[in-house]
T-cell receptor, first 114, second 113 residues
Framework: GESVGLHLPTLSVQEGDNSIINCAYS??????FIWYKQESGKGPQFIID?????DKRQGQRVTVLLNKTVKHLSLQIAATQPGDSAVYFC?????????????FGTGTRLLVSP | DGGITQSPKYLFRKEGQNVTLSCEQN?????MYWYRQDPGQGLRLIYY???????QKGDIAEGYSVSREKKESFPLTVTSAQKNPTAFYLC????????????FGSGTRLTVV
């Protein structure tokens, strides 16, 4: 749902582990989903996206899984590196409407220790 | 290179002052957005605009104002009515006809002194 200023949950992993960041979305009509990475003091950067007609999409070291039945999105990062430490946001969007607005999740802070 | 530019990177405001944050994009995007981010928290929508000379309030518009006189520009004014303006402000843009998410600027950190 809408980000409402809640403090971020944190996921701590060791370098080399696989990370899984989860997100529950709110609108069953949403048909486009994005994961963003935000490093400290910077703007969010696009990582990967997925449309609702897919349930899995892979990028370089990242995989996004979409479960529309339970309105759940996850981001998997393989062989996590210290440079992956950041806050990760999911976002949902309804395409093909006259109203285009991303709705952001609350975010998860990923901490990678060497 | 196409992108979205926010300025200044750091801004200090005295109590009772209005300040304006700049956001310019050369991506030919139709829609532009302003978000506020408090430390350790998520993004909250202040205002957005989908076409020139039109804009809509977001979830926390009180104490802020915007204008959209040009497609490329969407400045945000933080007025003296905003009681707690210290935050990180992010501008974003997107196309309304192409699939894709937002492109974000690098942010402006506003501090009240």
């Amino acid at each position: 749902g809408e980000s409402v200023g809640l403090h971020l949950p944190t996921l701590s992993v060791q370098e080399g582990d696989n990370s899984i960041i989860n997100c529950a979305y709110s609108n069953s009509a949403s048909d486009y989903f994005i994961w963003y990475k935000q490093e400290s003091g910077k703007g969010p950067q696009f990582i990967i996206d997925i449309r609702s007609n897919m349930d899995k999409r892979q990028g370089q070291r990242v995989t996004v899984l979409l479960n529309k039945t339970v309105k759940h999105l996850s981001l998997q990062i393989a062989a996590t590196q210290p440079g992956d430490s950041a806050v990760y946001f999911c976002a949902e969007k309804r395409m093909n409407t006259g109203f285009q607005k991303l709705v952001f999740g609350t975010g998860t802070r990923l901490l990678v220790s060497p | 290179d196409g992108g979205i530019t926010q300025s200044p990177k750091y801004l200090f405001r005295k109590e009772g002052q209005n300040v304006t944050l700049s956001c310019e994009q050369n991506l030919n995007h139709d829609a532009m957005y302003w978000y506020r981010q408090d430390p350790g928290q998520g993004l909250r929508l202040i205002y957005y605009s989908q076409i020139v000379n039109d804009f809509q309030k977001g979830d926390i518009a009180e104490g802020y104002s915007v204008s959209r006189e040009k497609k490329e520009s969407f400045p945000l004014t933080v007025t003296s009515a905003q009681k707690n303006p210290t935050a990180f402000y992010l501008c974003a843009s997107c196309s309304l006809i192409e699939a894709g998410g937002y492109t974000f600027g690098s942010g402006t950190r506003l501090t009240v002194v």
